[in-house]
Antibody, heavy 121, light 107 residues
Framework: QVQLQESGPGLVKPSETLSLTCTVS????????WSWIRQPAGKGLEWIGR???????NYNPSLKSRVTMSVDTSKNQFSLKLSSVTAADTAVYYC???????????????WGQGTLVTVSS | EIVLTQSPGTLSLSPGERATLSCRAS???????LAWYQQKPGQAPRLLIY???SRATGIPDRFSGSGSGTDFTLTISRLEPEDFAVYYC????????FGQGTKVEIK
């Protein structure tokens, strides 16, 4: 059973960089896309971006200028950095695996439990 | 960017009733690129439907998805107590976007 676990600071100061890591267990990180999604309290889901195990990335245009994702296949981990954070970046951050079905359908089939990151001085 | 609009915002129903949730896209979406998720308080979303109509592994057959183009529907044929939750549709165009969610609450 594939499991994902987010880790990183729960409190980040305004203007600093938010850094999170997702550790994948129970399966290989190779040959999949991996994504970050966030959810402010009481609000909906926002896709942040995705990374393939080759290192190829795609980011949400609304966050693109501040987002960097990376992958470390030797550790079965991928990471998120979000720079110049403000209170608006306070949210639960989820990591998720992207799978592709036989018909070409994409879907998030495994999710981490989520980690709350608060931006505050 | 494709905007997904879900309706209604809240659906108040009793166990055993049928739930019909709508997801409307601002532009045509490939059916392969539309999924539905269920989220309960304090939990991560769970995949229900992918490719507009394919049930994910382990999802009961009371959940079904349909639609094409700009109009998609998630139907729960008979609500069980564990089905009261928030439901999101998502499209995998560029960029990937989610609907704002429909809350299914106990009447």
């Amino acid at each position: 059973q594939v499991q994902l676990q987010e880790s990183g600071p729960g409190l980040v100061k305004p203007s600093e960089t938010l850094s999170l890591t997702c550790t994948v267990s129970g399966g290989s990180i190779s040959s999949y896309y991996w994504s970050w999604i966030r959810q402010p309290a009481g609000k909906g889901l926002e896709w942040i971006g995705r990374i393939y195990t080759s290192g190829s990335t795609n980011y949400n245009p609304s966050l693109k200028s501040r987002v960097t994702m990376s992958v470390d296949t030797s550790k079965n981990q991928f990471s998120l950095k979000l720079s110049s954070v403000t209170a608006a970046d306070t949210a639960v951050y989820y990591c998720a695996r992207v799978s592709k079905g036989a018909t070409g359908a994409y879907y998030f089939d495994y999710w981490g439990q989520g980690t709350l990151v608060t931006v505050s001085s | 960017e494709i905007v997904l609009t879900q309706s209604p915002g809240t659906l108040s129903l009793s166990p055993g009733e049928r739930a019909t949730l709508s997801c409307r896209a601002s532009q045509s979406v490939s059916s392969s690129y539309l999924a539905w998720y269920q989220q309960k308080p304090g939990q991560a979303p769970r995949l229900l439907i992918y490719g507009a109509s394919s049930r994910a592994t382990g999802i009961p057959d009371r959940f079904s998805g349909s639609g094409s183009g700009t109009d998609f529907t998630l139907t729960i044929s008979r609500l069980e107590p564990e089905d009261f939750a928030v439901y999101y549709c998502q499209q995998y165009g560029s960029p990937w976007t989610f609907g704002q969610g429909t809350k299914v609450e106990i009447k």
